[in-house]
């Protein structure tokens, strides 16, 4: 979503999941996902736009790159709300 004066705007890019996160577990999509895994596939993408650990390119990083969103994402840190 982009911030538009007092209001959100239509969405400015949308991405499946199945997507993103076959490229981490092939499996995806196919079995029971609980929350904490799912949570964990997130961080691992996010983690990869920094320290490109799984893939030199991560899944998306060109439609990211295309919104604004990656030079965020790069050099930072993603941590679960759980992580005190």
Known sequence: MKW???NLSEPILELNSDEIFSYYDSDFGSKRIFEYYLTALAESWLRDFSFHW???????????S???????????WAKSIEDK
């Open 4 to 6: 538009q004066t007092d």
């Open 54 to 64: 799984k893939h030199q390119q991560p899944p998306k990083e060109e439609e990211l």
């Open 66 to 76: 295309k919104i604004g969103l990656l030079p965020l994402l790069e050099n930072s």
